[in-house]
């Protein structure tokens, strides 16, 4: 259905920006092999299935160690972001949200937008890096 297309592509774009965000790199051991767009809480809930809190980087074998070992991927993120928005995070998952098609276009559109910049400025970071190397060569 056309509802499925755009889920679908939300997903593709969301993810895009969540692993280039994290610089393609697993924020749980650091690998930059097969990386994916790994959920703490399960996209099955529209709450948090695209919220930024909920989604990073990881290697398909962290990603796929979540689906049986919680524990790892949840530690990290309070080590890294608190208890509290652990829990903040854990209610709104709870929480049932429905999507009007429009909702995800917009949202298809806002991640395109993030993706495009972080992109360029990655370009540019490297560009910067490089011509400080070259001058530094000098």
Known sequence: TERKKLVSKLDKVFGDYIKARDNYTCVLCGSK?????????????????????????????????????????????????????????????????????????DLIDYYKEKLKIKISKGKKGKQMMANAFCQWQM
């Open 33 to 105: 092999e097969r990386i994916q767009c790994g959920h703490l809480f399960t996209r099955a809930s529209y709450s948090t299935r695209w919220n930024e809190l909920n989604a990073h980087a990881q290697c398909a074998s962290c990603n796929m160690r979540h689906e049986y070992d919680f524990f790892p991927f949840q530690n990290w993120y309070v080590k890294k972001f608190s208890q509290q928005n652990y829990e903040d995070l854990y209610f709104q998952h709870k929480q049932v949200v429905k999507y009007k098609d429009w909702e995800l276009l």
